[in-house]
């Protein structure tokens, strides 16, 4: 029953909301609610490569591949769309910190832009920041329930682009497309 209560879109809406709180009081908010979510994850993802291998229907939708390639796509606070949009910022240093920040966001590794721009202690970063990975586990979650993109159950490096890592972990080139989508929907709502 617990493990049930976990794949849901709240479980990802709760840990999300958790770790971007913490995470904009500097402490890393991921390796906190990793030790809850790292279980779940594992066996959400193994029960999912067990019913693919048995010619069944996978049961798990909440993935570890699912949070890393969308929820917090580069990185807490799903910020890759942020990156994009401060290449093109009228802010010197904004774009400096994007320059430096991409590379290492696309492979969902965002520390320099999290101390760079700041966001850590940003009252108006805050908003977007705790609200992009809750909308992204919304899409995510729902996309992948409506059958719209395939479940994961493979375990790509979480540090591999979401573009190609969503994709490789459902073996299904619709997750191309929902990476994209949300990708878009993060730039607009950051852009503000």
């Known amino acids: 029953p617990v493990l049930k209560g976990t794949d849901t879109v709240w479980f990802f809406v709760i840990m999300m909301i958790i770790c971007q709180l913490l995470w904009l009081i500097g402490i890393h908010g991921g390796a906190i609610i990793g030790t809850v979510t790292s279980a779940v994850y594992t066996n959400?993802?193994?029960?999912?490569?067990?019913?693919?291998?048995?010619?069944?229907a996978m049961p798990y939708i909440v993935t570890g591949p699912l949070s890393v390639y969308v929820v917090v796509m580069g990185g807490a606070g799903a910020t890759l769309g942020l990156m994009f949009l401060m290449l093109w910022s009228k802010s010197k240093q904004l774009k400096a910190v994007a320059r430096v920040a991409l590379i290492p966001g696309l492979f969902g590794i965002n520390e320099p832009l999290l101390f760079g721009t700041p966001l850590i202690l940003n009252p108006v970063l805050a908003i977007p920041f705790v609200l992009m990975p809750i909308i992204n586990a919304f899409l995510g979650y729902y996309a992948t329930a409506f059958g719209l993109v395939g479940r994961a159950y493979i375990n790509a490096p979480w540090t591999m682009p979401p573009f190609l890592g969503l994709p490789l972990s459902t073996m299904d080139w619709r997750a191309f497309i929902l990476v994209c989508v949300v990708f878009v929907i993060d730039m607009v709502l950051y852009y503000p």
């Open 44 to 56: 959400n993802l193994v029960a999912n490569a067990t019913a693919k291998m048995a010619g069944k």
